[in-house]
């Protein structure tokens, strides 16, 4: 599966635009995860996998990749990080956290 580049056909929309691209990459398995884990710090492979429960090494090395060509993350001499880009991303995502612990007590009681 190519990775999804804003001004290229994505999975679900051949229009190109940024935000169908974006959320082809959200929506593929341990991306949005790998993102989370990330804003915590730098990690190493080896702890990112730990951080991010059942990945496999494959999976993993593959949207590490997916999210260094898309300027999402960097590699540094402390592992992995997320770049400027990576962080705003964050930033962005980061109330679904809140919101989704409210949701998940709305439906649960």
């Not at 990459?25 to 730098?42: D, F, M, N, S, Y």
Request: proline content about 6%; glycine content about 8%; charged content about 20%.
């Amino acid at each position: 599966m190519a990775i999804p580049v804003p001004g290229q056909p994505v999975r679900g929309s051949l229009s190109g635009k940024p935000i169908m691209a974006l959320l082809d990459l959200l929506g593929r398995t341990w991306a949005l995860g790998v993102i989370w884990q990330l804003h915590k710090g730098p990690s190493t492979f080896r702890e990112l996998q730990s951080r991010c429960e059942q990945i496999s090494p494959s999976l993993l090395n593959t949207r590490i990749k997916e999210l260094i060509a898309l300027k999402l993350v960097e590699k540094h001499d402390s592992g992995y990080r997320l770049s400027q880009q990576g962080k705003d991303l964050y930033e962005i995502i980061a109330p679904l956290g809140d919101w989704s612990k409210q949701w998940a007590k709305q439906i649960t009681t």
